[in-house]
Nanobody
Framework: VQLQASGGGLVQAGGSLRLSCAAT????????MGWYRQAPGNQRELVAT??????TNYADSVKGRFTISRDTKYTVTLQMNSLKPEDTAVYYC?????????????WGQGTLVTVSS
């Protein structure tokens, strides 16, 4: 299973960006899809996740500003509003994939979000 992320870029503080991620492959299902981010010198951290059943989870730092949507079983978007310089990071799409009896995490290639002050 491959995850293809798009979106990201450079925006001024207070602006908005939208990230999208699509999973492709054969004979698989996904329960949870989401986004993580990693800023220089920091560990990768959770941003938001969405389950196939509609449950969402957000990091405290993005609550009220970011919205995650599970558009289909294999796609997820992250609408980021009121962006702050501290949101600058590489954002990674993540999916909890099940293929037969095997369950594993798949990661996208990462997309850079830069928020200027």
């Amino acid at each position: 299973v491959q995850l293809q992320a798009s979106g990201g870029g450079l925006v001024q503080a207070g602006g908005s960006l939208r990230l999208s991620c699509a999973a492709t492959g054969t004979s698989f299902s996904i329960d949870v899809m989401g986004w993580y981010r990693q800023a220089p010198g920091n560990q990768r951290e959770l941003v938001a996740t969405a389950s196939d059943g509609g449950r969402t989870n957000y990091a405290d730092s993005v609550k009220g500003r970011f919205t995650i949507s599970r558009d289909t079983k294999y796609t997820v978007t992250l609408q980021m509003n009121s962006l702050k310089p501290e949101d600058t990071a590489v954002y990674y799409c993540n999916a909890n994939v099940q293929r037969g009896m095997v369950n594993y995490n798949s990661w996208g290639q990462g997309t850079l979000v830069t928020v200027s002050s």
